[in-house]
């Protein structure tokens, strides 16, 4: 019995289990402390109430022997992915409803696309990022370029001419720098992978921090991409889903490689390795997209905003650079003294008490920086730059 | 770029997607048609009144800043997994917490496990059975051999002594035969696949069906299993989750190869691709195993179990030889006249007005079956066995 060999090749702990390790022995050994979590990007405001609403009322059809729903479709049910397609619209960007693939989060989503690919691919993958693109593709062994993401480029690297990409991984705005791809950036992308036949897996998880009009919301705003782009996109951050658990895949019709549809190959996994999402959970995600649920998710993202606004002037009144904030709950702040990132995390973490997440964990150019998120409430938001200050005039 | 070419060997539809564009078909044609659906695997029952209400809770939770809940153990909460243990010390097989892992369904484990395993794998899968066994090593190219499960062997087949496995799929009771092992077959293949190093997926998803005392309701029953078996299951049939989606996934500390443990390999997997189940749902889940849970369930159980009954009745009252329907939901019946599969499916659709699922939809060996199932109300039960008589009487 053969096993899959590259699990030997990953690293042994996924980052945020580490850090959770080491928390969680900290704050055994000092069960007084009171620690803030600016670190794991989970959100902290619940779901709006006509959301809640329609969950309870999802919930309470599936007690109703007149109104249970068994088996869903595997693609997500109409009203849902007609809601998802309205939010499209609302910036521009045409779908159909077939394009349009609901999941139980753009985690899986993400991981699971793969099967669609050979193993005889070269990825493209930014550094640093989100971890799950290089964990899942060396699953299958595929050969990485990694993309260097740096203070030079403004975290934006762009497409490395002398490269062959089969395979690109983009996410706008970023995990974990927060920057984000202008409109004319990503047409530079778009452009660059229809030449080269890549396709560009587009991560628009954070889409809903997006401020300014020149950063585009969706990859499909950009001329070209229904050839070369598959978006995953999450409630998570949208809506506070992170324990709820719905995202959704866009994949065109005209995205065609070989003679293959790639959205009719993504059915057919889904329909093999997937069952739909819970029905009263699909309730709950088509409600934030109604016009009430869009003003209560942007109320819920107004307190985040004005969290990094915050955690932005408390850095750049200490003096500390840092990416982010703008377009993104994620900031990305220099390690102070010339620490690297797992002292500077430890040094929060038994310093001041506050969590962050080690910039090495997203990749090779992460180190020396540290990723804080604005997810906290405003409160513990308020009272980690109070600590941070004090940790940093401590130092001096 | 380079595509995972072995989607173009995999049949282009799914079969219950195949059986339902026929149905709706037929259905746009003849409006008025009152069909009774005795194909799809789906229940029909609630969820029980106290499962809907931690179901309601939990929904509450989320829209409360004080319980809310972000992200979960991506293995699933300890208070499910502890109620699945516990479930399982009740008919005897001591887990620990760590050998279990909550899922959105056993349909996405049992495609997802085998990112743990290599391509160059034998694979053992019996025929007839639940395609997606077949269809997701297809998609990795595996080389499958198929174990005859036919009358003459009572649709169990036992271990092939001349053929060397590495990986072995075992669904008991059986979909769709019905047929279940007893603990001395399934110690049989437990020592075959210890001897030959081969690790059993082990599909329990019917195991609340079984009523006789001989057929093991986990393959861990069987002493020797914890080297050499994965098991999953479902809350699907067990508990009308089909739309509510958990289920879960069973592996073993001591199941290990070539110095690799398969249930850190999974943990891996799952943290990596995979984002933990929605809150509510794992509180509805865990209110299945509570006693109260556990009474609703049985009654729900047993409005199939008569179903079963009702259909076991009419078929041996019509001559027609058919297997399953006491340990499990499904009937596995001869199709009449010398029919094959679909010829009877369709004759079925447009003279009676039921729908049944074609045997030949699960591999050669069920062509010239049917399958029906139990999980229909019990008057429409009694309706289509009406038809059936009806239908039968006509062609005689």
């Known amino acids: 019995m053969k096993l899959n060999e590259a699990f030997r090749s990953l690293p042994p702990n ?52 007149q109104r249970f729903h068994g088996y869903g479709p595997e693609q997500g049910y109409g009203f849902l992915r007609q809601a998802i397609r309205g939010y499209y619209a609302s910036f521009g960007v045409s779908l159909a409803e077939e394009d349009i693939f609901v999941s139980d989060g753009a985690k899986s989503d993400v991981g699971n696309i793969l099967d669609l690919f050979g193993k005889d691919n070269t990825v493209l993958i930014p550094d640093p990022v989100y971890p799950v693109y290089q964990d899942t593709n060396c699953m299958d062994s595929r050969r990485i370029v990694f993309l260097n993401a740096t203070w030079e480029n403004s975290f934006l690297p762009m497409p490395p001419q002398e490269e062959k990409a089969d395979l690109i991984y983009l996410c706008s705005p970023n995990n974990p720098t927060g920057a984000a791809y202008t409109r004319e950036q990503l047409k530079e992308w778009v452009d660059f992978a229809n030449r080269q036949g890549a396709v560009i897996l587009f991560d628009a998880a954070y889409e809903a921090f997006i401020q300014q009009a020149e950063i585009p919301r969706s990859i499909f705003e950009i001329e070209g991409a229904e050839t070369c782009a598959i978006e995953f996109c999450s409630l998570s951050k949208t809506a506070g889903f992170t324990g709820t658990r719905c995202g959704y895949t866009v994949v065109p019709a005209a995205l065609v490689r070989d003679g293959m549809s790639l959205r009719q190959m993504w059915l057919r996994r889904q329909t093999t390795k997937f069952n739909g999402v819970s029905y009263p959970v699909q309730r709950a995600a088509a409600a934030v997209f109604s016009p009430q649920g869009q003003r209560e998710c942007r109320e819920n993202l107004k307190v985040y905003q004005d969290n990094a606004r915050l955690i932005s002037q408390t ?78 005039g401590s130092r001096r």
């Open 14 to 65: 996924y980052l945020f289990a580490d850090i959770s390790k080491r928390v969680g022995e900290y704050q055994a050994k000092n069960p007084q402390a009171e620690l803030i979590r600016m670190g794991i990007g989970d959100v902290t405001r619940p779901l709006g109430p006509s959301v809640v609403e329609a969950f309870l009322q999802g919930a309470r059809e599936q007690g109703d022997p």
């Open 315 to 392: 850095l750049a009144g200490l003096g500390i650079p840092f990416a982010g904030g703008l377009n993104s709950p994620y900031l990305w702040m220099r390690c102070p003294f010339g620490m690297d990132s797992w002292t500077f995390f430890q040094e929060l973490l038994t310093g001041a008490n506050l969590v962050g997440t080690p910039g090495s964990g997203f990749g090779k150019n992460g180190e020396s920086y540290l990723r804080l998120t604005s997810f906290n409430t405003k409160e513990a938001t308020a009272e980690a730059m109070r600590r941070l200050r004090a940790w940093m």
